[in-house]
């Protein structure tokens, strides 16, 4: 590849799920049986991890490269142009002839947590195989998101692609989606050993460990080989596990709105923070700042920092960081 070709010098893929949202800014209640209930707005937005992932890092400056699929249709249409328009590279973004796009209808009642009906369409057709193309350029970074339930991403051809980004210099960085109980360690055991940062949230690690704590599910992932542990515990904070830092994380002040996107952008921040040789600390400072800004705004997007903004909030606003001393 030429080195004047404009995707050759893109530091980050961004692979795994996309979808197509359509959300509905919060109402007073769930509808009853055939009764209307007005929203202030309805809103169509790009969602799924990999493509939030991608839009928050063009928000904060950094180029990423897309590796998904989506129909033939208009929602294809639509998470290919918002991609593109927002800077992302789309070189990577598959049409599968054969499904539909992914699409998830996010409700959003005051008070309660985000009600969820979702089609998984052309996301069921990735394979690892998909992300060669992107690798061959040598990606500073490497993100996937919504690993475990992605049918077609076999668990040892992705540890493979792992194993060598790694060993090309590269950081490899996974997120899972966990929609209900199963058997999801046989899928994740092969990976983990290859993986820098592992970043689940506290009820994703319940279901894949059994076990509630966010201190004990980071220890066990730690132990199985993954390099960086965060367990993101929304309101709550987070906890983080390495070999070189052990903490409790607390939360910025920020108003509430909708927490769809609001993972992935911490991961998004936290990708940031690699990408500019941040220590550990500063990586979790940032991923927190971008992840709060998220939920200010109903939507993956619309409330989102710029890198200038997120460093401003960070100087202004301390976190706490607690040690884990057992």
Known sequence: ????????????????????????????????????????????????????????????????????????DV??????????????????LALDPNRATSQTL????????????????????????DLDPLLARNPRVVYVGGYLILPGLNALALADRFRTIRANGGITVLDVCTPGPADYLEHLRPILSETDV?????????????ETDPVRQARVFHAMGARRVVITCGSKGAV?????????????PIEFVDGTGGGDAFDAGY??????????????KLASAVGASCVRAVGTTAGLFTRPEADAF???HPLSIEPIRS
């Open 271 to 284: 990708i940031a923070g690699l990408l500019d040789g941040l220590d550990e600390v500063a990586c979790l």
């Open 75 to 92: 929602f294809g249409r639509f998470v290919a142009d918002t991609l593109a328009q927002a800077g992302v590279d789309v070189t990577g």
């Open 240 to 252: 983080v596990i390495s070999d070189g830092l052990k903490a409790r994380l607390g939360t910025y």
């Open 106 to 129: 996010i409700v959003n009642v005051k008070g309660q947590d985000r009600r969820f009906i979702h089609s998984f369409g052309a996301n069921a057709g990735l394979t690892a195989t």
């Open 1 to 72: 590849m030429s080195s004047t070709d404009p995707t050759s010098n893109v530091p980050v893929v961004c692979a795994g799920v996309l979808v197509a949202d359509h959300l509905c800014t919060p109402i007073d209640h769930l509808p009853a049986a055939g009764e209307l209930v007005m929203a202030a707005d309805l809103v169509l937005n790009i969602g799924g991890c990999a493509s939030n992932a991608a839009m928050v890092l063009a928000k904060l400056g950094v180029r990423a490269s897309i590796c998904g699929r989506v129909g033939n």
């Open 198 to 210: 592992f970043l689940p949230n506290t009820d994703e690690a319940a279901l894949i460990l059994g």
């Open 314 to 316: 960070i100087a202004r």
